[in-house]
């Protein structure tokens, strides 16, 4: 069976840049970003589009079915972001960039002392 001319699939609502990349279609957000709210912060869809302005109501509930279609995969996907994510982040946090550790001490200095 054909689809009808305009009918839109599922996988239209993405570009597939790489494994690791898949974002929704139009925007620079990461189907990791949506889902990340949705699955391990429990907001609603409503909630995610006050959130991200650039992607509509329709492509979160599309992203949404996208998970529920494909809960192995795509959430193997978001685990394998989150997990990066936050090495990442230690590993920063163990050797930040020279900008960022100058920020801190500067900071650090502007803030009295507890006596």
Known sequence: MEAKAGTMQLEDY????????????????GIEHILYEYIHVAKTPEQIAQQFHTV????????????LHNQETIGKYVEDWLEYSLKAQAEQDQNPPP???KLCQL?????????
């Open 56 to 67: 509509t109501l329709e492509q979160i509930y599309a992203t949404i079915l996208f998970y």
């Open 14 to 29: 993405f570009e597939f840049l790489s494994p690791e990349d898949i974002r929704v279609k139009g925007t620079r957000i």
């Open 99 to 101: 900008f960022i550790a």
């Open 107 to 115: 900071k650090g200095q502007k803030q009295p002392s507890a006596s």
